[in-house]
Nanobody, 126 residues
Framework: QVQLVESGGRLVQAGGSLRLSCAAS????????MGWFRQAPGKEREFVAA????????YYTNSVTGRFTISRDNAKNMVYLQMNSLKPEDTAVYYC???????????????????WGQGTQVTVSS
């Protein structure tokens, strides 16, 4: 079992940067693959980025490639999403998710994850 708590979301101007953090409970964090998803008003939750348990593999949706970077610190039970060159269309609630021993392209799908945080709001003004 793992519990996830996101933080770092706020209002930011277009072109700005934010770093989201996700704190995970549990002593087996290093065995979980982690993902970031987002949900804008009136839209379905969508994949943003994912990282394997070892950090050897990362995945990004096309719209954030080159702007966002996912990383993890297994010693601190943390996963991060560095977001640069933010756009108004990045506005959404951002969720952290975990999958025990998750791997591969399945990490890009919402239904693959076992655990979810409550989300943090990111608003990008134009």
């Amino acid at each position: 079992q793992v519990q996830l708590v996101e933080s770092g979301g706020r209002l930011v101007q277009a072109g700005g940067s934010l770093r989201l953090s996700c704190a995970a409970s549990g002593r087996t964090f290093s065995t979980y693959a982690m993902g970031w998803f987002r949900q804008a008003p009136g839209k379905e939750r969508e994949f943003v980025a994912a990282i394997s348990w070892s950090a050897a593999n990362t995945y990004y949706t096309n719209s954030v490639t080159g702007r966002f970077t996912i990383s993890r610190d297994n010693a601190k039970n943390m996963v991060y999403l560095q977001m640069n060159s933010l756009k108004p269309e990045d506005t959404a609630v951002y969720y952290c998710a975990a999958r025990l021993t998750g791997t591969g392209v399945q990490l890009t799908t919402t239904g693959y994850y076992n655990y979810w945080g409550q989300g943090t709001q990111v608003t990008v003004s134009s």
